[in-house]
């Protein structure tokens, strides 16, 4: 059974760390979340003074964050004494678990700067873990073309293209993250199957899409929360059309959110901001 597109949360403008412009389409209140995905941030500026200021150094407890570069230069320094540089086509998975403290700062003074941040919620079991941070090259993500010429980055879980799997960098955690960059060409189809068990959206950052049987439009700019089903199938209505596809198995477990602190309950937030303050939230 195909997935349908079900609900449109569209990008909001906003900003954040020290005044970055972004756009905010999950995450944007409480009920534009979809399990198990907290956020999802797109920057997209070729003026340096939408973000030049950065994210100075900040905490995260109780989930993941994932940065992906589609151009641009960034520099991650953390708690841990990591130094990661972001750059062109590079991803960055990090864990932030019982506590991580870092910042992400533009090494660019002009040019383009474009990207995701996506936040993806820890099971209960897994809040309290160590912090874990891991840096994939671009090289190491694998790409795969289609045949109407369109492709394929397969950032986490693995693809099935022309009956070959292609397998991300990222597998294996609790959640079953699917993360996949496609691009296709006007009226360029993409059609695969997705774990029933998933919750499944899309992204559309260049162009629109028609999404399954009904062919409900998604246009640029918008996250498009997808129903029930195994399969998705998207085609492009435009030229070089790009999005990407993120789905999860949700943790249906209760949601206690304050800033860069989602734990499940209220308690544990009191717990968070105690050891930030007490500068034991990491270490
Ligand atoms: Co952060």
Redesign the pocket.
């Known amino acids: 059974m195909q997935k349908q597109l079900q609900q449109i949360i569209p990008g909001r403008a906003t900003s954040d760390g020290a005044g970055v412009r972004i756009k905010r389409s999950l995450g944007q209140s409480q009920q534009a979340r979809f399990d198990p995905f907290l956020m999802l941030d797109e920057f997209n500026s070729e003026s340096a003074t939408d973000y030049i200021a950065g ?1 100075p150094a ?1 905490p ?1 407890r109780g989930f993941e ?1 994932v940065t992906y570069m589609l151009e641009g230069h960034m520099l991650h320094e953390d708690h841990m004494g990591n130094k990661g540089h972001l750059r062109n086509g590079d991803v960055q998975w ?1 864990t932030a678990g019982r506590g991580i403290i ?1 910042s ?1 700062m533009p090494q660019q003074e002009h040019g383009l700067m474009r990207g995701f ?1 996506l936040w993806l919620n820890l099971p209960a079991a897994e809040k309290m873990k160590p912090a874990n941070y891991k840096d994939i090259p671009a090289a190491d993500i694998p790409v795969s073309q289609f045949k109407n010429g369109g492709s394929i980055k397969v950032i986490a879980n693995s693809a099935v293209i022309d009956g070959k799997v292609i397998s991300g960098p990222i597998q294996g955690l609790t959640t079953q993250p699917i993360y996949w960059d496609v691009n296709l060409p006007l009226n360029g189809k993409f059609a695969h199957a997705i774990p029933a068990t998933h919750n499944t959206f899309i992204y559309v950052y260049e162009g629109s899409v028609a999404i399954g049987e009904d062919a409900r439009q998604l246009e640029v700019g918008n996250a498009g929360l997808l129903g029930a089903g195994d399969e998705i199938s998207v085609t492009a209505l435009s030229e070089n059309t790009r999005f990407i596809l993120l789905a999860g198995i949700p943790l249906k477990e209760p949601i206690a959110q304050y800033g ?1 602190f989602v734990m499940n309950t209220t308690d544990e937030i009191e717990q968070a901001i105690q050891d930030y303050r007490n500068g034991v939230l990491a270490e």
Request: charged share 10%.
């Open positions: 994210f900040h995260h964050t990090m870092h992400e941040q860069p």
